[in-house]
C-alpha cells in the first residue's frame, strides 16, 4: 500500500511538470496601466494552493496589494494584482521587479507549490513551536527557560488571540552558534517549556510544544498552529467585540454550485495573505476572487467550493468558515502600544527584556524578533495588565532601564496614560509578576 501512494504522489508530481513545462507561467509586470499602482498580471496551469503561493510572494516583500481579481475555473490560473510600496508608490525598484518575474515566471515552474510555505531542512537554527493558554507574563517565563539552557533565540514571531497564544521561535546553541542537536537536551527543553505553557490548566491537552531541525513559513504556520488549536471558537463574553469583529457572510450560489464569502472590514497589511491562508488551510479552493483595499475598509469577495468540489453544505460549516475567517483577520490585529527595541543581539536579551515588562505589569500581546547581522530588531505590543491604558511614566521608567536609544515608543500618543492612576488591582497584579519566577517552580535560577 505504501509503495502504491509513494508511486501516486510520484506519478501527479511528473504530470504537473510535464503540464507545466507544456504551459509555462507568464508574468507580466505594468506600470503604465495605473495611475497610481504597479499591475502585476500572474497566468499559469492551475494547481490547488497557487494562490496562495502568489500572494505569500508578493507579501513576503512587503507590498501592499491594493486591487486583485483571481480567476481559476477550469485548468488555468489567471491573476492581476494593483500593488504599491508601504509608502504608496509604485514598485519601480528592479532588484524586486525581478524577483517577482523569477519567484512567479518560470525558472520557478519546477519547485514545489508549497516551497516557501511548506517544511525544509535547516543548517542554521532549531526551531521551536509553542501553544497554549495566554497569561501575563507567558513570554517572559518561555524566554527565561531557553536562556538558562543556553538558547539563543535569534527569530520569533508570538501572535495572541482569544486566550490563546502562539509562538515559532528559531534557536541557536550559545556555544557552537548552530543548531542544538542533543537528543536529551532538546528533550530537557521541551519538557519545561511544556509544563510553562501548561500553567495553571488541568489538562495537558491545552499545550502543545514541537522540536524540529526545519524551516517552515512562519505566519503560515501560526495561522495553522492557532487553527489546529481552535482559537476561532468564540468565548462567553465575545459578543463584547461584535462593533470590532469583521464583516463576514457565506451564502451559496446555487445555479454555479458556488459558496460565495464575502469579507468587509478595516483595511492592513497582509490582510490578503491571512484570508487566502485559512481557506486553504481548511481545504477550500477559489476559483474567482475580487479584492478592493484601496480606502480604510477592504473588501474581499471569494467563490469557493471544498476541495471535493462541494460548496458549504450545512449551517455548522458556514458559521464554521466564518469564525475561522473572523480568528485569521484578528490573529493579527496589533492591539497595544508598540515597542521597538534594536540593540547588539546577545543570548539573554529577550528574557531581560520581556522580564521587565512583566515587572511592570506589561503584557505582549503580539511580538516579532529578528536578527540581522549581529543586530536585535524587535517589535513588541503591549498592554497594561490591569486593563488600563499603559502610564507613561511606566514606559519611561522601562526606557530608562533599557535605555533611551535602544527601546522606542512607536504607537499612537492616546494608547499612553499621561498621569499615574494607581489602583488595589494595578497592585494586585505588579505584586503578582514581580514574586512569579522561575525559582518557584523549581525550574531555573533567578535573573533578577
Given at each position: 500500500m505504501e509503495v502504491n501512494m509513494s508511486f501516486s504522489h510520484d506519478s501527479d508530481d511528473e504530470y504537473e511538470k510535464l503540464i507545466r513545462r507544456m504551459n509555462p507561467p507568464r508574468v507580466v509586470i505594468d506600470n503604465e496601466a495605473c495611475k497610481?499602482?504597479?499591475?502585476?498580471?500572474?497566468?499559469?496551469?492551475?494547481?490547488?494552493?497557487?494562490?496562495?503561493?502568489?500572494?505569500?510572494?508578493?507579501?513576503?516583500?512587503?507590498?501592499?496589494?491594493?486591487?486583485?481579481?483571481?480567476?481559476?475555473?477550469?485548468?488555468?490560473?489567471?491573476?492581476?494584482?494593483?500593488?504599491?510600496?508601504?509608502?504608496?508608490?509604485?514598485?519601480?525598484?528592479?532588484?524586486?521587479?525581478?524577483?517577482?518575474?523569477?519567484?512567479?515566471?518560470?525558472?520557478?515552474?519546477?519547485?514545489?507549490?508549497?516551497?516557501?510555505?511548506?517544511?525544509?531542512?535547516?543548517?542554521?537554527?532549531?526551531?521551536?513551536?509553542?501553544?497554549?493558554?495566554?497569561?501575563?507574563?507567558?513570554?517572559?517565563?518561555?524566554?527565561a527557560v531557553l536562556t538558562h539552557h543556553k538558547c539563543n533565540v535569534v527569530n520569533a514571531e508570538v501572535?495572541?488571540?482569544?486566550?490563546r497564544a502562539a509562538a515559532v521561535m528559531q534557536v541557536t546553541d550559545e556555544e557552537t552558534g548552530?543548531?542544538?542537536?542533543?537528543?536529551?537536551?532538546?528533550?530537557?527543553?521541551?519538557?519545561?517549556?511544556?509544563?510553562?505553557?501548561?500553567?495553571?490548566?488541568?489538562?495537558?491537552?491545552?499545550?502543545?510544544?514541537?522540536?524540529?531541525?526545519?524551516?517552515?513559513?512562519?505566519?503560515?504556520?501560526?495561522?495553522?498552529?492557532?487553527?489546529?488549536?481552535?482559537?476561532?471558537e468564540r468565548t462567553d463574553d465575545d459578543s463584547l467585540d461584535d462593533r470590532l469583529r469583521p464583516n463576514v457572510n457565506v451564502v451559496n450560489w446555487y445555479d454555479k454550485d458556488y459558496s460565495v464569502v464575502t469579507i468587509k472590514s478595516k483595511d492592513r497589511p497582509k490582510l490578503l495573505f491571512d484570508t487566502v491562508c485559512t481557506l486553504t488551510d481548511m481545504q477550500y479552493v477559489v476559483f474567482h476572487a475580487n479584492i478592493d483595499a484601496e480606502g480604510p475598509e477592504a473588501y474581499q469577495e471569494y467563490y469557493i467550493r471544498h476541495i471535493d468540489g462541494s460548496p458549504v453544505k450545512s449551517d455548522a460549516e458556514r458559521e464554521r468558515v466564518i469564525q475561522c475567517l473572523e480568528a485569521a483577520i484578528k490573529r493579527r490585529v496589533s492591539e497595544g502600544l508598540k515597542l521597538e527595541l534594536c540593540t547588539t543581539d546577545r543570548v539573554g536579551l529577550l528574557?531581560?527584556?520581556?522580564?521587565?515588562?512583566?515587572?511592570?505589569?506589561?503584557?505582549?500581546?503580539?511580538?516579532?524578533?529578528?536578527?540581522?547581522?549581529?543586530?536585535?530588531?524587535?517589535?513588541?505590543?503591549?498592554?497594561?495588565?490591569?486593563?488600563?491604558?499603559?502610564?507613561?511614566?511606566?514606559?519611561d521608567s522601562i526606557r530608562q532601564t533599557i535605555g533611551q536609544t535602544i527601546l522606542k515608543v512607536k504607537g499612537n500618543p492616546e494608547d499612553l496614560k499621561p498621569s499615574s492612576q494607581e489602583s488595589p488591582t494595578r497592585f494586585l497584579f505588579g505584586g503578582l509578576f514581580k514574586s512569579r519566577s522561575f525559582v518557584n517552580f523549581g525550574l531555573v535560577r533567578s535573573y533578577s
Open positions: 497610481n499602482a504597479t499591475v502585476i498580471r500572474v497566468d499559469s496551469a492551475n494547481k490547488h494552493g497557487i494562490l496562495l503561493e502568489v500572494v505569500q510572494i508578493l507579501t513576503d516583500l512587503n507590498l501592499i496589494i491594493t486591487k486583485a481579481y483571481i480567476s481559476s475555473d477550469g485548468g488555468w490560473f489567471m491573476d492581476v494584482f494593483n500593488v504599491t510600496d508601504q509608502d504608496g508608490n509604485k514598485i519601480t525598484d528592479e532588484l524586486i521587479l525581478d524577483y517577482i518575474r523569477k519567484s512567479l515566471g518560470p525558472e520557478a515552474c519546477f519547485t514545489s507549490s508549497m516551497r516557501s510555505v511548506g517544511v525544509k531542512p535547516s543548517m542554521d537554527h532549531t526551531a521551536i513551536e509553542l501553544t497554549g493558554s495566554d497569561r501575563p507574563g507567558l513570554l517572559s517565563e518561555v524566554s501572535w495572541t488571540h482569544n486566550t548552530g543548531p542544538i542537536t542533543d537528543p536529551d537536551r532538546l528533550s530537557g527543553i521541551k519538557l519545561l517549556l511544556c509544563n510553562v505553557l501548561k500553567g495553571s490548566e488541568k489538562s495537558a491537552g491545552g499545550a502543545k510544544t514541537v522540536v524540529s531541525h526545519a524551516t517552515t513559513h512562519t505566519e503560515r504556520r501560526l495561522h495553522q498552529m492557532m487553527f489546529a488549536d481552535r482559537d476561532y528574557s531581560d527584556v520581556t522580564r521587565i515588562f512583566r515587572e511592570n505589569s506589561l503584557t505582549v500581546s503580539r511580538a516579532e524578533v529578528t536578527t540581522k547581522s549581529g543586530k536585535a530588531l524587535n517589535t513588541f505590543y503591549v498592554g497594561d495588565a490591569s486593563g488600563y491604558s499603559v502610564d507613561s511614566k511606566t514606559i
